[in-house]
Every structure is written in C-alpha cells, then in structure tokens.
C-alpha cells in the first residue's frame, strides 16, 4: 500500500518552527539564571547563541507570513527581502555578541574565576538534549525552504557548542582547571563568527543583486546561446529577489528563420528545469539579415557629355 504522507503539510512548518522556538527561549532564560549562579561564562556565551537560534527561527516563521501576503502598493515583489535585512541585523548582532565574549573570555584565561564544575556540566548537557529536540522538530518542517535550513543549521552549530561547554565543566569538576571555561568560550566565539560571517555575505550577495551562489552567468548565458534559433543573447542579469528565489532578465535576438515564441518557451523551459529559475523576462527580437540588398538608385544630375 502506497506511503499515505510523504512530505509535511503545508501547515507543519510554522507549528515545528513555533515549538523550536518556544522550547529554545524557555532553556535559554533558564540557562543564564543558571550561567550567573556557577560564574560561567561559557554556559553565558552559550545562551547567547541559542539567542541567535531562536532569532533564525522567528526569522524563518516572519518569513513565512511575510511570503504569503500578496504584493500591494508599490511592493512589487512584496516584502520578500525583509527576511535579508533581518538577517543582516542578526549576523551584526551575532558579530557583536562574539566580540565581547572573546574579550571576558581572555580575561578570564589571564585571571580566572571560580567556576562550578557540575552545574556547567549539568546545563551543558541538558542543551545538548534541548537542542536534539529542537533538531527533530525542524526536521519536520519542509527543509528544501532555505530560511528553515538555515535555522536547522544555527541548530546544529549551537549543538558543538554545547559539546564543548559540557567538555569543559568535566574537565573543571575533575581537575579544578578553570580555564577550560574560557577555552570552551573561545570554541563558541568561533562558531558565533563563521555564523555570523555567512549570514551577512549571503544576506549581502542579495542586497547588492549578485548572481546566486554557484552559479556562473556566462556559462548560463552560452546555455542559453545554444538554444536552437538563437543568434546572440546580451543584457543578461541574474539576481536573487530574496533567498532561494532567483530571477533573470536577458535580451535575446533569434534568427530571422525561426519563430521568436518556440525559442522564448525552449529558454524558459531550459532555465526553469536545468536552473530553477521560474521568474524570467525575456525580451526576443529578430536579428537584423544579412541578406544582401540591391536598392533603386535616385536620379542625379546630368553628367556632362564626353567629347
């Protein structure tokens, strides 16, 4: 008997997201209580990048409401890139966050503080059981949405952390070695960066309306050249409206021979199933010919007679 669900329901992704979300907030206000009352500040740096978790999740459900409203007044496209300045916000914050732990966390390396090994240990490892949690119900969620891969992966990242963060209270409660809280801060401050790093070139690369990722416009446009009919293709552009949605506009002038409309619905065809490129304008003309033409010459005046 065939499967009777396959994928989630177009429903399924904003009630997965809302309950990572919730269960993320409720760890992370109980995770800094508890990263005051050992002096850790591992387990605070660790509160702070599920800070930025939830913010991807409640980037990804703003997005999806934001993607269903209709475009009105002057919004053509709607308010698709919301999702691409909030995520510029997100990696500056995210930037911010990691500076100033790097610093507590080398001054702490050169004097450190009195840390309680077991409640680092304890919460660490209760992260580690939040953030599975959290994993499984975003794997229930429709991940071929890159806003939802995208919170899927700050999960995942925030996980390490907590790897670590559990690493060093063990290390603390059975050596007293209290820089390992320092040490784990610094492995969180990294993680903080490479994230922070790829939210702003990727939210980037859209605002400045560069090709997406991966994609090589002139290997693109020669696909397109090599369309039957086609003799040339210039003003060729290739942006992304907001992520995962691209869109391209070219010129494209088809020899005289052959039908304009079979060649725009053979280009479309091509870059709908080879590029996922759904929303294109194409302008088609004919090329000039270059068939010789003999014109009528215009009477001159009278040539002077030979004598």
Known sequence: ?????????????????????????????????????????????????????????????????????????????????????????????????????????????????????????????????????????????????????????HILTDLYAFVATALAGLVILLTGFGRADGIATLVVVVLMVRAAVGLLRDSGRILLEAAPAGLRPEALGGRLAAVDGVAEVHDLHIWEIASGQPALSAHVLVAPEYDCHAARRQMEALLREEYRIAHTTLQVDHAQSDLLQIRRAQPGPPRPSDH
């Open 1 to 153: 008997m065939a499967e009777a669900h396959r994928h989630p329901g177009p429903q399924a992704g904003p009630r997965s997201l809302g309950a990572a979300l919730a269960l993320l907030l409720a760890y992370m206000a109980v995770e800094v209580v508890l990263a005051l009352a050992a002096g850790s500040l591992a387990l605070l740096s660790d509160a702070a990048h599920m800070l930025t978790d939830a913010a991807a999740l409640a980037l990804a459900l703003f997005a999806m409401r934001l993607a269903a409203r209709p475009p009105r007044a002057g919004f053509t496209y709607g308010l698709r890139r919301a999702e691409i300045l909030s995520a510029q916000a997100n990696g500056l914050v995210l930037l911010l966050l990691a500076g100033w732990l790097g610093y507590e966390a080398v001054r702490r390396l050169v004097h450190p503080p009195t840390v309680v090994g077991g409640v680092v240990l304890g919460t660490a490892l209760a992260g580690v059981a939040v953030n599975v949690a959290a994993t499984w119900l975003l794997s229930r969620a429709n991940r071929t949405s890159l806003n939802v891969e995208g919170a899927f992966q």
